[in-house]
């Protein structure tokens, strides 16, 4: 929960530095999605998971948003899709790929469900969109690699 | 039976619920929000302090350089404006050469930028007295014989043209050679022996080779040496002219020697 957390304040130092310009990718989400897969997680702990992304989304909405809940129903939704697909997959199945395909898919739906809630959603905000977007794809590339790379090791 | 409920399901419906009764209470209490609002922006001030100021830096920069960029167009604007108006009052200040019983004053009034140091061409022709083959000097300094002449007009090639080939004597030694450019601004003083130690500014001087060139006009002083080419050491010499800024010239009357004309 500490990368996460840190996670959470990069994505805020990022997003104080671009202010006005762009939207940063789900930092916060994504890090915690891959911890969430990357580590055996008893059911327990994945409950209190699910109040950690809440509370990361509802801060987010205090600092960024004008109505704060929207990130935190967003977040806990990606999360209790991402176990459920990832608790519903074989263990051979779940591999990087997986990771990218439901982590990029909630990073999706979080930022279309957020488009759609914009006031004026226009041509500057579908570009907007999509730059956080297409920003997502390198961190999700580097934390798939990463999932990759642990993954061989334990495997051997 | 609330034990064997899957506990990532529960507290995701309680999150849901707690989710809902936020956005319920954003819009029922607005002013509770804004005190959140604020308190949270309260407590992220300091972490955010080196972010705002990268970013106050990095704009800085951005304006800074884009400042530069505007001045330095401007400069090049003003510099080039600058130079020609400094073009044009030369050659409107610049004196009609007046012609003295030996020489022809011209003004030079065309020279390509590709042929920089090949050829002019001056605002004085068979009219006025040139011939083929006459020199044109500058500051007393040979730059170059008349190639081509008209009616009102005359081409002179320079002395830094690679065709131009002039004989030539270094006035403190009495060794000849001959003068050659090399289209580049240079000029050597060719089919000199190479045992000779020439010093530089030594006076180099028209030979007598001619009847349109008299012997004994001054063309420049050697510079340093060449490479060894051909059994020869060819010296370097600078104009004793500014080739690079030629507004007028004198042409050497040759009276009515002959030449060809086109």
């Keep these: 929960m500490i990368l996460s957390a840190l996670a959470w304040l990069i994505q805020?130092?990022?997003?104080?530095?671009?202010?006005?310009?762009?939207?940063?990718?789900?930092?916060?989400?994504l890090i915690s999605?891959?911890?969430?897969?990357?580590?055996?997680m008893p059911q327990r702990r994945a409950a209190k998971w699910i109040w950690f992304v809440f509370c990361g989304g509802v801060l987010w909405d205090l600092r960024w948003a004008s109505v704060p809940g929207v990130s935190g129903?967003?977040?806990?939704?990606?999360?209790?899709?991402?176990?459920?697909?990832?608790?519903?997959?074989?263990?051979?199945?779940?591999?990087?790929?997986?990771?990218?395909?439901?982590?990029?898919?909630?990073?999706?739906?979080?930022?279309?469900?957020?488009?759609?809630?914009?006031?004026s959603p226009g041509q500057a905000a579908m570009r907007t969109f999509a730059v956080q977007q297409l920003l997502m794809i390198p961190v999700l590339a580097l934390l798939s690699a990463i999932y990759a790379f642990k993954a061989s090791k334990t495997h051997v | 039976m609330v034990s064997k409920l899957n506990p990532i399901l529960v507290n995701t419906l309680l999150a849901f619920l707690c989710g809902l009764l936020l956005l319920w209470s954003s819009f029922a209490f607005p002013g509770l929000v804004r005190a959140m609002v604020d308190r949270w922006g309260a407590a992220l001030y300091l972490p955010e302090i080196p972010a705002?100021?990268?970013?106050?830096?990095?704009?800085?920069?951005?304006?800074?350089?884009?400042?530069?960029?505007?001045?330095?167009?401007?400069?090049?604007?003003?510099?080039?404006e600058n130079l020609a108006l400094r073009t044009a009052l030369?050659?409107?200040l610049a004196p009609e050469p007046q012609s003295a019983s030996e020489m022809?004053?011209?003004?030079?009034?065309?020279r390509y930028p590709d042929a920089w140091w090949k050829e002019i061409r001056v605002n004085r022709g068979i009219r006025h007295g040139v011939r083929v083959g006459a020199p044109a000097l500058s500051d007393g300094f040979i730059i170059g014989k008349v190639v081509r002449v008209g009616a009102d007009y005359a081409w002179i090639e320079l002395v830094t043209s690679s065709s131009f080939l002039l004989a030539a004597v270094v006035d403190d030694t009495w060794d000849l050679g001959v003068i050659n450019g090399d289209d580049r601004g240079n000029i050597w003083l060719l089919y000199t022996p190479p045992e000779k130690e020439f010093q530089r500014g030594m006076i180099i001087s028209t030979a007598l080779v001619g009847d349109y060139l008299p012997p004994g006009i001054p063309i420049g002083k050697i510079w340093g040496q060449g490479e060894l080419r051909d059994g020869f050491m060819p010296q370097k010499v600078v104009s004793g002219a500014h080739l690079t800024q030629l507004y007028t010239v004198q042409i050497l009357h040759t009276g009515d020697a002959g030449g060809s004309s086109d």
């Design chain 2, 52 to 80: 705002l100021e990268l970013r106050t830096l990095v704009q800085a920069t951005g304006n800074w350089v884009m400042e530069r960029k505007g001045l330095q167009a401007r400069n090049g604007e003003l510099e080039l």
């Design chain 1, 12 to 29: 805020d130092f990022l997003q104080v530095l671009v202010t006005s310009l762009i939207l940063t990718p789900e930092i916060f989400l």
């Design chain 2, 104 to 110: 022809i004053g011209a003004r030079v009034t065309l």
């Design chain 2, 90 to 92: 030369q050659q409107t």
């Design chain 1, 73 to 119: 129903l967003l977040n806990v939704a990606a999360l209790a899709a991402v176990c459920w697909v990832w608790g519903r997959t074989p263990a051979g199945g779940r591999g990087a790929v997986l990771f990218a395909a439901i982590a990029g898919g909630a990073h999706l739906f979080s930022g279309v469900i957020h488009y759609l809630a914009w006031a």
């Design chain 1, 33 to 40: 999605l891959y911890k969430l897969v990357s580590e055996p």
